[in-house]
């Protein structure tokens, strides 16, 4: 149905940057809400910022001010700005996406994980 297809992972010293992208394709009629999570090592899954479709956004505290969520509407893609990067930010990364198909059925996907790593 709608596929996530996740970019721009790597390996960073501490207090550098780096800029994930995350596009989806399918039968998209429209994306609603697109989300970045991380999941560190022997840790569970958690938010890390998300966007609605009209822009409105929301940050887990340890990234507010630091980690900026942005969305192309037009390319079904959302980008997640990742500056003045610690140690304790090394996780995969995953994109989400709430989405309805051309047929009207609504669900959501995940896409499937960039690492990054960042190095003290």
């Known amino acids: 149905q709608v596929q996530l297809v996740e970019s721009g992972g790597g390996l960073v010293q501490a207090g550098g940057s780096l800029r994930l992208s995350c596009a989806a394709s399918?039968?998209?009629?429209?994306?609603?809400?697109m989300g970045w999570y991380r999941q560190p090592p022997g840790k569970q899954r958690e938010l890390v910022a998300a966007?609605?479709?009209?822009?409105?956004?929301n940050y887990a505290d340890s990234v507010k001010g630091r980690f900026t969520i942005s969305r192309d509407n037009a390319k079904n893609t959302v980008y997640l700005q990742m500056n003045s990067l610690k140690p304790e930010d090394t996780a995969v990364y995953y994109c989400?996406?709430?989405?309805?198909?051309?047929?009207?059925?609504?669900?959501?996907?995940w896409g499937q994980g960039t690492q990054v790593t960042v190095s003290s």
């Open positions: 966007i609605t479709r009209g822009g409105s956004t």
């Open positions: 399918g039968s998209i009629f429209i994306i609603n809400t």
């Open positions: 989400n996406a709430e989405w309805v198909t051309t047929t009207l059925d609504p669900g959501d996907s």
